[in-house]
């Protein structure tokens, strides 16, 4: 039961955020007041694409890795996070806990063909790019990963500390 109220909650939270995540996939940037609408999460908010303080880029590639590995952000700073997909496949970034994403990528292995979208992700086809303009608000380790079936099992992970 846990497990359904926990999805269920994090459902609301998407619908809630319907309309400002069809930007994240995008190089628009959605009006911004719907960063306010969507719900805070542990490691952070949408941000505000007129504060943004630092550009990273990370190139996925079909070797199952980002490039960089290991993002270093400060608590409070709104990133523009740029993804390169430079392979043949089709690859995603995902923020979140290292729970939250093991629990995710588990529920895309039984559900694979499930469309959702949030502020804190992208799919980006083979050979484009998206970004992801993301506050974190709170000092932290957290992770991203590619939540597509078997992407994050064979190592694509990174790690975003906040200090």
Same mark, same amino acid.
């Given at each position: 039961?846990?497990?359904?109220?926990?999805?269920?909650?994090?459902?609301?939270?998407?619908?809630?955020?319907?309309?400002? @995540? *069809?930007?994240?996939?995008?190089?628009?940037?959605?009006?911004?007041? %719907?960063? /306010?609408?969507?719900?805070?999460? !542990? +490691?952070?908010?949408?941000?505000?694409?007129?504060?943004?303080?630092?550009?990273?880029?990370?190139?996925?590639?079909?070797?199952?890795?980002?490039?960089?590995?290991?993002?270093?952000?400060?608590?409070?700073?709104?990133?523009?996070?740029?993804?390169?997909?430079?392979?043949?496949?089709?690859?995603?970034?995902?923020?979140?806990? @290292? *729970?939250?994403?093991?629990?995710?990528?588990?529920?895309?292995?039984? %559900?694979? /063909?499930?469309?959702?979208?949030? !502020? +804190?992700?992208?799919?980006?086809?083979?050979?484009?790019?998206?970004?992801?303009?993301?506050?974190?608000?709170?000092?932290?380790?957290?992770?991203?990963?590619?939540?597509?079936?078997?992407?994050?099992?064979?190592?694509?992970?990174?790690?975003?500390?906040?200090?």
């Amino acid at each position: 039961m846990k497990g359904a109220l926990r999805f269920r909650a994090i459902l609301v939270g998407a619908l809630a955020a319907v309309s400002a @995540a *069809a930007f994240a996939h995008s190089d628009e940037e959605p009006p911004a007041h %719907m960063h /306010h609408a969507m719900a805070a999460t !542990a +490691f952070g908010e949408p941000g505000d694409p007129q504060q943004v303080t630092n550009v990273i880029h990370v190139d996925m590639t079909d070797d199952f890795r980002y490039s960089p590995d290991k993002l270093s952000v400060k608590a409070g700073e709104t990133v523009r996070i740029i993804v390169h997909n430079r392979g043949r496949l089709m690859h995603e970034i995902v923020i979140g806990s @290292a *729970a939250e994403l093991e629990e995710h990528a588990a529920m895309m292995r039984q %559900m694979q /063909h499930m469309k959702h979208d949030d !502020a +804190f992700m992208a799919h980006v086809a083979p050979g484009g790019q998206a970004s992801i303009i993301w506050r974190f608000t709170n000092a932290g380790e957290f992770k991203f990963a590619c939540l597509i079936a078997g992407h994050f099992e064979a190592g694509m992970v990174g790690d975003i500390v906040v200090r």
